[in-house]
């Protein structure tokens, strides 16, 4: 019998409505179908044609809003919002229904989690489960109605937004990818004010530049890769403003206003080349005359995706990231007695010093060897925070990049001795990173 705890479910977060990776499409490969189709806990169904009397070619498994898609020919799939499985193994619920919820936190600590139970459910390890599409996405509280914002898009990249469900929800399609932006909170009933801005990318060789191809790949860096190509689409858009404040313009001026606020002015009024001109003024105006919408929620986007990239935090909502050096938690010091029969931690990884030389006052190379070969998930998380463009499971650079890490949290235990001396204001303490 296989048994996948996720978690706990009572588990209070501090921090609300904070996402970047949602919907998946994820090819497996070299799993054992025999023993993944006797598990307890799927049930595959295969469809029959009502006219024919035909099976269809795929058997399904419905699993925590999500689908695991078993072909004939082999091929296996999942797909789903990999936020709503997190959720529904918390058993957490939208205030409105009950068909799935994702308005809520999802940090890069849950998305590790999520890993790790795909990884037990599928007997595999993360390099076995490759992205097809993914959707990256932020949940932003602004503090505006996101309908201001969204009753004023125009166009991104040369194409009209489409509006649905009575204007709440605004999306532009192309080839490869689709840009959406919607009222969050109209969805689910949810009190805060939530816009949702998101990207589907339909094609792996488009979000590949991410650094993302299988979830292995999946780490503060990439996340902060994915945060900026939202950013990109984001810019891209071409919006009115509608709390542009028109007193004290000039006649002609306000009927350039009132062309620039129709959809239809900038496809069949003005030709292409005349659209960058006017573009260019209408993003004046916003600048002069406006509350700029534009720039509030990239600020938001901005903000939350540096919560969302944090690697863990505590149950009383104390948070580690890239940014933070160290827990808001009172120290108590230990007793003499304590101090000698405890398990020392190495200061910057929170690694236990178990493994290297009695004295060492932070992991080395022993450890992350070890790290590397018997706990990926740790191995991970350091390799998240202290490596930058490197991807840890590119091993033809193991020794570099394991000497590279040992260099990195050396220096991070020399730097933060000169805290004494420089005062905790100073700009290298405050450019530390820790993870405990």
């Not at 230990?334 to 101090?339: D, L, R, V």
Request: positive net charge; aromatic residues 10%; charged residues 25%.
């Amino acid at each position: 019998m296989l048994v996948l705890q996720f978690g706990n479910a009572k588990t209070v977060h501090k921090y609300k409505h904070f996402r970047l990776i949602d919907y998946v499409k994820i090819l497996l490969s070299d799993i054992d179908i025999t023993r993944l189709l006797l598990l307890p806990c799927l049930e595959f169904k295969t469809t029959v044609s009502k006219q024919t009397g035909v099976l269809g070619t795929k058997q399904t498994a419905e699993y925590h809003h999500c689908k695991i898609k078993l072909y004939d020919s082999g091929l296996l799939l999942f797909t789903g919002s990999i936020h709503k499985l997190y959720n529904s193994l918390h058993n957490i619920q939208a205030p409105n229904n009950k068909n799935g919820y994702n308005g809520n936190q999802f940090t890069l600590t849950n998305i590790i989690e999520v890993r790790t139970h795909l990884s037990k459910l599928f007997d595999c390890k993360p390099q076995q489960m490759q992205f097809q599409n993914i959707e990256f996405g932020i949940n932003t509280e602004p503090k505006i109605n996101p309908q201001d914002f969204i009753k004023g898009l125009l166009y991104q990249r040369g194409k009209k937004f489409e509006f649905r469900y009575n204007d709440y929800y605004a999306q532009v399609v192309h080839r490869r990818y689709i840009l959406k932006i919607y009222n969050k909170s109209n969805q689910y009933g949810m009190k805060e004010q939530t816009l949702r801005i998101e990207i589907k990318e339909l094609k792996a060789i488009d979000f590949s530049d991410t650094g993302i191809k299988t979830f292995a790949d999946i780490n503060a860096q990439t996340l902060e890769n994915a945060k900026q190509l939202l950013l990109k689409r984001f810019d891209e858009v071409v919006y009115y403003d509608f709390t542009i404040n028109k007193k004290g313009l000039t006649k002609s001026q306000k009927q350039s206003l009132n062309n620039y606020s129709n959809p239809r002015y900038w496809f069949e009024n003005i030709t292409v080349k005349k659209r960058y001109e006017h573009k260019n003024k209408l993003r004046k105006y916003i600048s002069d005359y406006s509350q700029n919408l534009h720039q509030k929620i990239r600020a938001e986007i901005i903000q939350k995706g540096g919560i969302i990239n944090r690697l863990s935090e505590t149950p009383k909502g104390g948070i580690i990231n890239s940014s933070n050096i160290e827990l808001n938690t009172p120290f108590k010091p230990p007793t003499k007695n304590e101090e000698k029969t405890r398990v020392k931690h190495c200061p910057i990884t929170g690694v236990n010093l178990s493994r290297e030389k009695e004295g060492a006052k932070y992991i080395r190379t022993t450890t992350l060897k070890y790290l590397k070969k018997h706990d990926e998930e740790k191995y991970t998380e350091v390799c998240s925070l202290l490596l930058k463009n490197t991807n840890p499971y590119h091993t033809k650079y193991e020794v570099d990049i394991i000497n590279h890490l040992a260099k990195q949290i050396r220096n991070r235990v020399y730097n933060g001795n000169s805290i004494k001396k420089t005062g905790y204001n100073s700009k290298m303490y405050h450019n530390q990173t820790r993870l405990f």
